[in-house]
Each structure stands twice: as structure tokens, then as C-alpha cells.
């Protein structure tokens, strides 16, 4: 499968300086993502499941310009959610076809409603999952974060394996991220390598 070039660092960081540029307010952890994807998208944030299918955990809807979260998740997978569905008013609005009628439960290219459901390999919900890590772990937060647990829990007794799950859950926290987002983010970002080549611990 072939994707586009995107450098998501940089989309993350346009994003979220368009949003400082709008309001004034500083960007640090956790990243207010409700509030930035409604003043830089400029689409309504609704906490719902009626509108939702049960495989859902988000969606949005292009026409009305409102995105839905399903209300009975945990905030580390609502935030993920609403980042994702960010990502895809971002990344995906000129794929948007809204003169076709919508098919009601049809999923497949942007001329039809668009989905965002659990487990999808297709290239635009990949790219909306890292556009979502990118925006929500920006590594000009994590670098800084990520330093400081590794100052706090320097003199923790265990092995590197131990700490890191240590660190991991702290930096979920601060971020209000869930552990595996983290931990992913962590290993893309090379920290986690940088944790084991460099013996930092």
C-alpha cells in the first residue's frame, strides 16, 4: 500500500500554532484537543452514541460540520477519537464529496459518508491516526517530558524494561493519553530507542 508524504510532526505543529495564533493560550500537556479542533476546524464537538454505529468510536460529518464521540469510552481513547476525526478535517476535507447523496451504512470512499471505525488499514485512517498521535504527543512536549521522568525516576531500582513502563504510565498522565497510545508514540518517536542504545536509565 502506498501513502502519501506527509510529514505529521509538522501537520501536528501547524495545527496547534494556528491554534495559539487564534486564541492566545499556550500549548502544553495534556494539549486541549476539543478546543483546538473546534477554533482550527471549525466543526462542533458532540459527545453521542445515538448517531453512532457500535463499531464506532467517532465520526464526521462533513456536511453539518459536527464530530461525534461515543460518550461510554475512556478519555484516553475519546481524546485519540476526537484527534483522529481532527486529523481527518485536516488532512481529508478536499476528498469530501458533498454534493453525492449520502448511502446510509455504506462505507467506502469519501463520496459517501465518512466512518471513522475501529481497526481500519485504509490510507486515510492511517494518516488520521498519525496526525492524531503527532497532535496529541507532540514531540516538542514529549522531548521535554520525557527527560524530566527519566531525572524522576533515574535512581528507581529494576530493569530498563520496568522504568520504561513506569515512565510510559507517567507521561499518559500528563498527556491524558491511554499507555499503549503512549508506548506507541514512545518507539515511533526513537525516545524508546534512545532508552536502550544510550542506556539512559
Not at 461510554?72 to 476526537?82: I, T, Y
Not at 486529523?87 to 453525492?100: E, F, P, S
Not at 475501529?118 to 498519525?130: I, L, M, P
Request: aromatic share 10%; hydrophobic share 35%; net charge neutral.
Amino acid at each position: 500500500m502506498t501513502y502519501r508524504r506527509i510529514n505529521y510532526e509538522e501537520e501536528a505543529n501547524a495545527f496547534l500554532d494556528e491554534y495559539f495564533r487564534k486564541t492566545g493560550n499556550s500549548i502544553g500537556r495534556p494539549v486541549p484537543i476539543e478546543q483546538a479542533v473546534e477554533v482550527v476546524s471549525g466543526f462542533d464537538v458532540l459527545y453521542d452514541n445515538s448517531e453512532l454505529n457500535e463499531n464506532e468510536s467517532g465520526r464526521t460529518d462533513f456536511r453539518h460540520k459536527v464530530i461525534t464521540i461515543r460518550v461510554d469510552e475512556v478519555e484516553g481513547r475519546q481524546r485519540f477519537s476526537l484527534a483522529h476525526e481532527g486529523g481527518h478535517t485536516r488532512l481529508h476535507a478536499d476528498k469530501v464529496d458533498l454534493l453525492t447523496k449520502p448511502i446510509p451504512g455504506l462505507f467506502g470512499d469519501y463520496a459517501r459518508p465518512h466512518l471513522s471505525r475501529r481497526g481500519s488499514n485504509q490510507w486515510y485512517e492511517v494518516e488520521a491516526n498519525k496526525f492524531a498521535a503527532s497532535v496529541l504527543m507532540p514531540l516538542r512536549l514529549l522531548r521535554p517530558a520525557f527527560e524530566e521522568a527519566k531525572e524522576k525516576y533515574h535512581n528507581l531500582s529494576g530493569s530498563c524494561k520496568q522504568l520504561l513502563a513506569i515512565v510510559t504510565a507517567d507521561l499518559a498522565r500528563q498527556f491524558r493519553v491511554s499507555q499503549e497510545a503512549m508506548s506507541y508514540r514512545l518507539k515511533n518517536t526513537g525516545l524508546l530507542q534512545e532508552l536502550y542504545t544510550r542506556s539512559l536509565f
